[in-house]
């Protein structure tokens, strides 16, 4: 079936500096995306959304990407923090108000 | 904000005993709730989609009559676990649509239940 996949199972950046989380998704009915930040132990928190009729949206030091022609999603966290610290997953409805589809999950580790 | 909780937040049981977690959203109300389920260090899977006076939908690979959806009321939806097993060990998350507010597909997220199945 169609899946949603990350590229990297772990990034590791430095404090201040930027990162960028990626995502890949195979499923072209998909038309909005979202990205979860979820912490050990707790349900997945709301970063930010975008849908297909847009290419990029910013938020309060978050940037998402999308690139509907080679189906890839990206997070982009500025100036990160330690409290940035946790596993990213990138989520997908496939077109529908249905159930999301999540991607396997990025384990951002912020070094001081 | 819209809030969804989990009760309990955590559960330790017996293999062969049933289990009830109780997903509920607080400050509106939610015609269709989805149930989760996460393994350590992988992601979220959806299990099945609760509506509201009618039969939860699963998706393929759950098994509709281990895992109980009720969903009798706008605020409450429950997963009962029947006849648990280690493997069924898991966190369960949960998560509600508020058709009154925002986008038709926006997801609100419970704090999710450990459950451990000895």
């Known amino acids: 079936g169609e899946s949603v996949g990350l590229h990297l199972p772990t990034l590791s950046v430095q404090e201040g500096d930027n990162s960028i989380i990626n995502c890949a998704y195979s499923?072209?009915?998909?038309?909005?995306f979202i990205w979860y930040k979820q912490e050990s132990g707790k349900g997945p928190q709301f970063i930010i959304d975008?849908?297909?009729?847009?290419d990029k949206r910013q938020g309060q030091r978050v940037t998402v990407l999308l690139n509907k022609t080679v189906k890839h999603l990206s997070l982009q966290i500025a100036a990160t923090q330690p409290g940035d610290s946790a596993v990213y997953f990138c989520a997908e409805n496939g077109g529908g108000a249905d159930g999301l589809t999540f991607g396997k999950g990025t384990h951002l580790i912020i070094q001081p | 904000g819209a809030v969804v909780s989990q009760h309990p937040s955590w559960v330790i049981c017996k293999s062969g005993t049933s289990v009830k977690i109780e997903c509920r959203s607080l400050d509106f109300q939610a015609t269709t709730m989805f149930w989760y389920r996460q393994f350590p260090k992988q992601s979220l899977m959806l299990m099945a989609t609760s509506n509201e006076g009618s039969k939860a939908t699963y998706e393929q690979g759950v098994e509709k009559d281990k895992f109980l959806i009720n969903h009798a009321s706008l605020t409450l939806s429950t997963l009962t676990v029947t006849s648990a097993h280690p493997e069924d060990s898991s966190f369960y998350i949960c998560s509600a649509r508020d058709p009154s507010g925002g986008p038709p597909d926006t997801q609100y997220f419970g704090p999710g239940t450990r459950l451990t199945v000895l």
């Open positions: 499923n072209s009915a998909s038309d909005y």
């Open positions: 975008i849908r297909s009729n847009m």
